[in-house]
């Protein structure tokens, strides 16, 4: 079992940035490495994926070339760089590992419990 734990969400203006940490319990033998989002009211969305040796990344259309997803093997953490940061970003952000770099929510094995990010307008 693999837990996975958020951090580093918050209440932030619009155009600032903020950098959420995953980090994991134990070295994750899945591949791929995914953050995703819910808003009120909403499905949960994918935001961004990454593989095992960080070549392979893929973005949601709505957050590319604002957010920047990393990860570091060694601390069994994964990364997500937000900047520009709009009210519509909102959302609880959740972290999940999976086996392979797909956006689909379904795919993934381990999710963790999420971190609140709030843009103010």
């Known amino acids: 079992q693999v837990q996975l734990v958020e951090s580093g969400g918050g209440l932030v203006e619009a155009g600032g940035s903020l950098t959420l940490s995953c980090a994991a319990s134990r070295r994750t033998f899945s591949n791929a490495m995914g953050w995703f989002r819910q808003a009120p009211g909403k499905q949960r969305e994918f935001v961004a994926v990454?593989?095992?040796?960080?070549?392979?990344?893929i973005y949601a259309d709505s957050v590319k070339g604002r957010f920047t997803i990393s990860r570091d093997n060694a601390k069994n953490t994964s990364y997500l760089q937000m900047s520009s940061l709009k009210s519509e970003d909102t959302a609880v952000y959740y972290c999940a590992a999976g086996r392979s770099v797909v956006t689909i929510t379904g795919a993934y094995d381990y999710w963790g419990q999420g971190t609140q990010v709030t843009v103010s307008s």
């Open positions: 990454i593989s095992w040796s960080g070549g392979r990344t």
